[in-house]
């Protein structure tokens, strides 16, 4: 009876040497490259072919891809295995201990076999003939390899030197990298080289024994994330603060280039790793000219040639040897022959934050700008600035309602300065946009209230009042101050009288009471109690650029460098292109989840920001960085189901909030308009999406005037009522949508 060998798929790469197809959203494992199904299920369904003996099917993949491996898993039988979800990724010396440890605690000292899940191997019969050559010499405790002899001077693969040949298992010399061609022709011509398929077979108590003669720590700390992990029916889990302690390097550099006695299997079967175009115009289907076509491509005259075309019509005369490959947002044309060098496009632009590396756009995009030009003007300026300058005044006792119901009464809940501030600009914003309504009734309405009820003794504005305008919180907070400046730099361009002197007296207040006596940014209130957040700079900056605009004083401007420097120096990790939420006193991500949260919506207002802010100061890299944040944000913060952006997701990408609220999708419109023209991608397209996204799910299901401000995974409402502070995001971002598209009526 054949021996049991448990099988763990690797599926944890981005394949970004087949950009613009593969991207780290959406990499090459789960594409169908050949018309009969992605990568990893032909992975998994070889795996699941071998004509004898037991082997269950594990497979370590991201957790931010547990959807799309669910959907690869859907029918398979794994025989008892299932899928381990890496929280970030750790390169595959983390993935191959992880193995090992999962067979040593489930099936104890078995065969393991670890196989890439986006290498072509047409052969499932060859294959696992090769895998059982290799079987008898991995019992004895031998690491085996699984090479291919070569049949050309191949750049892009590493190579195993084998010596000895016994009984058809090669003694392995040395394992060499990727070569120059030079070197690639002499590996062919002594014989003895074989190409790497990154296929391992082993006892899992052998690599557990290598781990602890090269790299006990990798072994350690793999194993305090495995222990820790948590388990239910879709797979198996590991704690992000503990996996993301493991050191990351391959399996080849820590333990199959140190190890000694290591075995090789000749493979045969056909394999190719379809690690660039021409590998793919290699094992494609080809028309009688030699040419592999794809989608909706007309082809004249042309040899010997990948084509594919994603989406819009593609057409080629007289092209010969070469790939051009079309997706929605971006094309790539080169030679065959050096089509693997794509990843310097990748590397070029990763390093200007270019959305196209990391994210694949919808093939429902809407082309046209101005498309919802029409439906936004007529819900903004007929439906909902007529309510909330009516229904959503309180009259009586002053100021604005802090919420509406799904009726449109007013809700009777205390009034926070942040909303009264937000309601007096979102109408100073209108009347700026040619709103004929009552705006300097309004205005004038909310200002009275704000500083009649709600001024502190040093200068300084409440937190909260009561329904009636008494005071319910009388904390000075730096994030209303910063919604107070706002609202008074739009009053002041709006021409009400006081606006100017108040917003003086609100900046006095700001430098004597919250502003850190070291120079670092402001404190969260004036009692310097809280942890430290980047959200109140954000917007402070806000404020100040828009005093800046108001009064055209460069003094304002420096205020906001101030804030720059501090985004620059501690709130954005240039590593994971994200911005940090909460920091302790000496400006030091706090411990545990909060040091990794970090929020979508705060990117894209971020990125609005720094836009605005290099055009003012003429700090023009500033926009790399938006174009990174904007990036970022809708790689690894967006609900695939709905499009909509989470309340908050790790540095990884992991949802930490899956609430998607109706203000981070207004903001997302805004970012997108500033980085319209700024020298990267036209992300028209974009900004389209993402206004008929807010409209789709937020809008247009609640009564007129209204909108749903939260909604779950599933796209289900989960709103009670309509909070009034959501109003200025939203006025703000669909009056930029109306100034930035062209006349549709």
């Known amino acids: 009876m054949s021996q049991r060998i448990v099988s763990f798929v690797m599926s944890g790469g981005v394949g970004s040497r087949l950009w613009p197809l593969s991207r780290e959203d959406n990499p090459k494992q789960f594409h169908d490259l050949s018309g009969d199904g992605s990568m990893l299920a032909k992975t998994l369904r070889r795996l699941a072919a071998r004509p004898e003996g037991e082997t269950p099917i594990f497979l370590i993949a991201s957790e931010r891809h547990a959807e799309r491996v669910h959907v690869d898993l859907a029918g398979l039988d794994l025989a008892g295995g299932g899928p381990l979800f890496e929280p970030t990724g750790r390169n595959t010396a983390a993935a191959v201990a992880l193995a090992s440890l999962r067979t040593l605690s489930e099936f104890g000292d078995e065969l393991v076999l670890v196989v890439p899940s986006d290498h072509e191997i047409s052969t499932a019969r060859q294959f696992w003939q090769s895998i059982e050559a290799g079987a008898e010499a991995a019992s004895a405790g031998r690491l085996v390899v699984f090479g291919i002899k070569p049949t ?18 090669f003694d392995v010399s040395r394992f060499v990298e990727k070569p120059d061609l030079a070197t690639a022709q002499a590996y062919l011509d002594a014989g003895s080289f074989y190409w790497n398929t990154g296929i391992f077979l082993f006892r899992a108590g052998a690599m557990r024994d290598a781990f602890a003669a090269f790299e006990p720590n990798i072994w350690q700390a793999t194993q305090a994330a495995y222990h820790a992990a948590t388990s239910d029916l879709s797979g198996l889990y590991m704690p992000l603060e503990l996996y993301s302690e493991i050191p990351s390097t391959s399996i080849d550099y820590a333990i199959m280039e140190r190890a000694k006695d290591i075995a090789m299997v000749p493979a045969g079967f056909r394999w190719n790793d379809l690690g660039s175009w021409q590998s793919l115009l290699d094992v494609g289907p080809s028309d009688k000219d030699g040419n592999v076509i794809f989608g909706d491509v007309v082809a004249i005259d042309c040899e010997n040639s990948y084509i594919r075309g994603d989406g819009r019509l593609l057409s080629a005369i007289g092209m010969k040897d070469v790939a051009i490959v079309s997706t929605a947002d971006a094309t790539f044309v ?28 919808a093939h429902d995009r809407v082309i046209e700008s101005g498309a919802w030009r029409r439906r936004v003007r007529h819900w903004l300026f007929e439906e909902t600035l007529p309510l909330w300058s009516t229904i959503g005044v309180d009259e009586r006792h002053g100021g604005f309602h802090e919420a509406l119901g799904f009726d ?38 909310g200002i009275d209230f704000m500083a009649g009820r709600g001024r502190t003794g040093k200068g300084g504005w409440v937190r909260t009042l009561n329904i009636d305008g008494s005071v319910a919180d009388p904390v000075e907070d730096a994030y209303d101050h910063s919604c107070v400046l706002l609202a008074l730099a739009h009053a002041h361009m709006a021409g009400h009288p006081d606006a100017l002197r108040l917003g003086e007296e609100t900046f006095a207040f ?134 909509l952006a989470y309340g908050a997701v790790s540095r990884q990408g992991l949802p930490l909030d899956r609430v998607s609220r109706s203000w981070p999708q207004a903001e997302a419109v805004k970012a997108a308009i500033a980085l319209d023209g700024s020298g990267g991608p036209d992300l028209k397209p974009e900004i389209e999406a993402r206004v008929g996204r807010l409209f789709r799910w937020h809008i247009d299901p609640a009564p007129l005037g209204l909108w749903i401000d939260r909604i779950d995974e599933r796209g289900r409402s989960l709103a009670s009522d309509v909070p009034a502070s959501i109003f200025y995001h939203l006025v703000y971002a669909l009056t930029q949508y109306l100034d930035g598209t062209a006349e549709k009526e």
């Open 152 to 169: 050309q001077p191949e750049t892009g693969y590493g190579y195993i030197e084998v010596a000895a040949d016994g009984d058809g298992v």
């Open 510 to 643: 700001l430098d004597a009471h919250l502003e850190d006596s070291r120079m670092t940014g402001f404190l969260e209130t004036s009692h310097g109690a809280g942890k430290r957040r980047s959200n109140p700079h954000m917007h402070l900056l806000e404020a100040f650029l828009a005093w800046h605009k108001a009064t055209g004083e460069r003094a304002y401007l420096r205020r906001a460098a101030r804030v720059i420097d501090l985004f620059r120096s501690h709130f954005f990790d240039a590593e994971s292109w994200t911005l940090g939420e909460y920091f302790d006193d000496s400006w030091k991500p706090v411990a545990g989840e909060k040091g990794a949260w970090t929020e979508p919506g705060h990117h894209f207002e971020w990125a609005s920001l720094l836009v605005d802010f290099a055009a003012r100061s003429g700090q023009a890299e500033l926009t790399g960085f938006a174009r990174k944040l904007y990036a970022s944000a809708v790689a690894n913060g967006l609900n695939r189901a709905t499009g």
């Open 408 to 445: 449109a009464a007013p809700l009777m809940k205390p009034k926070r300065m942040r909303t009264q501030a937000r309601q007096v600009y979102a109408f100073a914003v209108a009347k700026e946009r040619g709103w004929d309504g009552p705006a300097d009734r309004l205005i004038a309405h």
């Open 334 to 361: 080169a030679p065959v022959s050096h089509s693997q060098h794509v990843k310097k496009i990748v590397e070029q632009l990763e390093k200007s934050g270019r959305l196209e590396t990391r994210f694949t756009p």
